[in-house]
């Protein structure tokens, strides 16, 4: 989980609230991603940012948004136009300029939603 | 689109036996392949990858892979397994999409280790 941290570890909000999730890396990454996890269905893409000030959706970005207003940092916002928000949300960077493609996550947060 | 796919939900073996964590792919292309490995409410750590090259792979905490290309096949290995070796493991293939990459996770495979 070295070098990029997500806070809080577990978040508890009502329904209809927005929620924030932070995550910060300081292995000067470019690419930054947000996964979904959910028990028995493995790891799902939210959002990815290759560059500052650019982002994409993912491939469930209904209910979410992001923003990529420096390096370090990229912060998820879970609405409450997010269905079915519980679950486990992972973060990861990679530095995508040397092709090596590989993923490096933070330890996640857990956030609970009632 | 590419795709991983983990056949196991569970694997179980005895520690200080051999084991095996199955992986096939689907790619259109050169597969660019990972493994990573996670511990209850932890995030992902990265094992290994196949990029190129040598289709055995060596990675961290003793684990190799073996990339089989006739088989379209990626299967996690390690010789002798531990009791810490428990835990969910995931197979990953690269696929690019129009702003960048991403990786395309499989479902995970519970690997459980008894003494």
């Known amino acids: 989980d070295g070098g990029i941290t997500q806070s809080p570890k577990y978040l508890f909000r009502k329904e209809g609230q927005n929620v924030t999730l932070s995550c910060e890396q300081n292995l000067n990454h470019d690419a930054m991603y947000w996964y979904r996890q959910d028990p028995g269905q493995g790891l799902r893409l939210i959002y990815y940012?290759?560059?500052?000030?650019?982002?994409q959706k993912g491939d469930i970005a209904e209910g979410y948004s992001v923003s990529r207003e420096k390096k370090e940092s990229f912060p998820l916002t879970v609405t409450s136009a997010q269905k079915n928000p519980t679950a486990f949300y992972l973060c990861?960077?990679?530095?995508?300029?040397?092709?090596?493609?590989?993923?490096?996550f933070g330890p996640g947060t857990r956030l609970t939603v009632t | 689109a590419q795709s991983v796919a983990q056949p196991e939900d569970q694997v179980n073996v005895a520690e200080g036996n051999p084991l095996t964590v199955k992986c096939t792919y689907s790619v259109s292309g050169n597969p660019y392949l990972f493994w990573y490995v996670q511990y209850p409410n932890r995030g992902l750590q990265f094992l290994l990858k196949?990029?190129?090259?040598?289709?055995l792979v060596k990675g961290s905490y003793g684990f190799e892979a073996e990339f089989n290309k006739s088989q379209t096949s990626f299967h996690l290995k390690k010789p002798s397994a531990l009791v810490s070796d428990s835990a969910l493991y995931f197979c990953?293939?690269?696929?690019?999409?129009?702003?960048?990459?991403?990786?395309?996770f499989g479902a995970g495979t519970i690997l459980r280790v008894k003494s």
């Open positions: 940012s290759q560059i500052v000030n650019d982002f």
């Open positions: 990861a960077s990679s530095a995508e300029g040397l092709g090596t493609y590989e993923q490096y």
């Open positions: 990953a293939v690269r696929d690019i999409v129009e702003y960048g990459n991403k990786l395309v």
């Open positions: 196949y990029i190129t090259g040598d289709n």
